[in-house]
């Protein structure tokens, strides 16, 4: 199916363990990012990448490792969760075109016990 | 501040008109939008307007753009229970990212 999607769509896990969560889009789009939305905090940038094998640190990184081996997939690893990781993650995608608009994928709620 | 505000709550009857407003933060931001989220989904984008505009109409849509104020506000004409969800304001802050408000949840009483 084209889009972008996300799996899990549900995680429950336990403080310390890793967990990654996947993103794949079809549209060949350059830019690909990953949010946390929190109650009263929005959506927070944790990472994007510009391009295969470019990533940078959004506003909220620690506890996260990103990774961009193929255009189409956008990995998050959460090295040892925390239970302050507890959220809804979203994936979004863009061209590159100046207009910066993004699409985002279904999410994944996590929660870390 | 550093944040783009939003009020969290908004209820209005089926059939009226609904005003959603918010301030931004970065005034050489060149675009601004408005998301929809539904409940389970992502945010898919409703609206966007560019910064030079200081209107811009879509259907039932209507944003205003007040760049003195940093003002953004998104009209919805006519709302109906499928518009109840939680609109996100978002500018663009460089090539790579964009900022977002923290989302108003809209409730369409019938």
């Known amino acids: 199916d084209a889009g972008i999607t996300q799996s899990p769509r549900y995680k429950i896990t336990e403080t310390g363990r890793q967990v990654t969560l996947m993103c794949h889009q079809t549209?060949?789009?350059?830019?690909m990012f990953w949010y946390r939305q929190d109650l009263g905090h929005g959506l927070r940038l944790i990472y994007y990448?510009?391009?295969?094998?470019?990533?940078d640190k959004g506003e909220v990184p620690d506890g996260y490792v990103v990774s961009r081996s193929k255009t189409e997939n956008f990995p998050l690893t959460l090295e040892s969760a925390t239970r302050s990781q507890t959220s809804v993650y979203f994936c979004?995608?863009?061209?590159?075109?100046?207009?910066?608009?993004?699409?985002f994928g279904p999410g994944t709620r996590l929660t870390v016990l | 501040g550093e944040d783009v505000e939003q009020s969290l709550f908004l209820s209005v009857r089926e059939g009226d008109s609904s005003v959603i407003n918010c301030t931004y933060t970065d005034s050489s931001s060149t675009y601004l939008y408005w998301y929809k989220q539904e409940p389970g989904a992502g945010l898919q984008l409703l609206t966007y307007i560019f910064s030079n505009m200081d209107m811009k109409q879509d259907q039932r849509l209507t944003v205003l753009l007040n760049k003195k104020d940093k003002h953004l506000s998104l009209r919805i004409a006519d709302t109906q229970t499928g518009d109840s969800a939680i609109y996100f304001c978002a500018e663009s802050i460089n090539n790579n990212d964009m900022r977002f408000g923290a989302g108003t949840r809209l409730t369409v009483k019938p």
């Open positions: 549209w060949s789009h350059s830019y």
């Open positions: 979004a995608s863009r061209p590159g075109l100046a207009r910066n608009e993004q699409f």
């Open positions: 990448s510009a391009a295969a094998d470019i990533t």
